[in-house]
């Protein structure tokens, strides 16, 4: 009952950030497309090598969109909702306890670009954690995953297939890609035939 208005009440801060957003628009477009993309290829990408099957690889590419709507993309796309409710839950905890190190590790110290980044990349968990941290941040947080939860619902149940085919072909060797075939996701080449030959040896006489 309360995540509609708590949903809403994201608006206010941001509201206050308005003239800041005005500015930055297009970089920050440009990070929520290049943002969502990373997370969802990789997403693939690791569960591809990983051996994971289809389903879960369908499952896995919602990661970092939240829950509810992940659960609704992973449906379409072929993936467990219920499994991608569980990565969506880990995605956001292990973002919001790592972002701070990251950030620090990469020198980003602004905190409308760490907001954003995590807003993008952990979603609500992140953004609560950076509300903890300031108003700007959590402001640009909420912004991201809300846009983050929009792109990936229209674009994702569109673009699954095609993306899954470009990762598989760009991480399979050159070598492989001759014997793989494509459905989905990659599947090992039949084993040949077993043809029996009759034998030209004639049994001895006892």
Partial sequence: FLLGPATVALAVPLFEQLARLKRLWFPMLAALVVGTLAATVTAIGVGWALGASKATIASLAPKSVTAPVAMGIA???GGLPTLTAVLVVCTGILGAASAR????????????????ALGTAAHGIGTARAFLVSEKMGAFAGLAMGLTA?????????MAEALLEITVRFLTPVSRSAII???GMPQSPKPPLITDMPSKVKPSSA
């Fill in 75 to 77: 449906e379409k796309i």
């Fill in 181 to 183: 075939r494509f459905s």
């Fill in 101 to 116: 190190y990251l950030f620090d590790a990469l020198r980003i110290s602004d905190p409308t670009v760490r907001g954003f």
């Fill in 150 to 158: 929009l792109f990936s619902a229209v674009a994702l149940p569109l």
